[in-house]
């Protein structure tokens, strides 16, 4: 199973799977809305245990998550927010939905600097309620009275992730500094003179020096 980012084309596989499994359905624009806007924050999981039968044969998209961030969130907090999440009956009980929701809060926080992320779920959806309460660690905000178009009323949840960005930073920290240790090959590693090559040293330059340094040597060049 091949879990990655959202891309354009997959765009009327992802509605068909919305529209096999969830009452909740969305015009392909929609789609495309969440893609453009926020092209790194939605997945999609892909079978791929048979290959193509030829180059043109479209992926078996069998769960996504479709996300965004909150444009004008009222708490003036930079968050996330779920939009949809959906696996196909075939492909349940494998870990799927938790996969793909947690790439997706990954994402939010590394491209978005997101600080928590919300979602609506229906009050009768158990089995989504106990993947985001009991195993991601959503917590019950409020219940929003018959937000459904079929008047059902929903759990409005939110999960904190700034322990996901202190994990993010200590991995960037942990992470060793890129050092060239490789020899030079042919003549370039040859001595030249019985003396060794001089070390290369760091300088600045473009946006290093500033942009009025560099117009300013332009000019005196001239």
Known sequence: M??????ISDLPHIQQTNLTNLPENYFLKYYLYHALSWPTLSYVAVDISRPPKSPYDP???????????????ADGIQH???????????????????????????????????RYVSLNVRVSNVAALHLYRDTLGFTQEKVESKYY???EDAYAMKMDLTKLKDQLDEEEEEKPEAVDEGEEVGDAGKKEGGKKKEKMRKVKV?????????????EAKA
């Open 59 to 73: 992926p078996k998209i069998v769960g996504y998550v479709l996300a965004k961030m909150d444009e004008d969130p």
């Open 80 to 114: 996330g927010h779920i939009t949809s999440l959906s696996v196909m009956r075939t492909h349940r009980r494998l870990g799927l939905a938790e996969r793909l929701m947690r790439m997706s809060q990954r994402a939010m926080v590394e491209s978005c600097n997101a």
């Open 149 to 151: 178009a079929d008047g």
């Open 206 to 218: 473009g946006r290093g020096l500033g942009v009025g340094d560099l117009v300013e040597r332009n």
């Open 2 to 7: 091949d879990i990655r980012v959202l891309q």
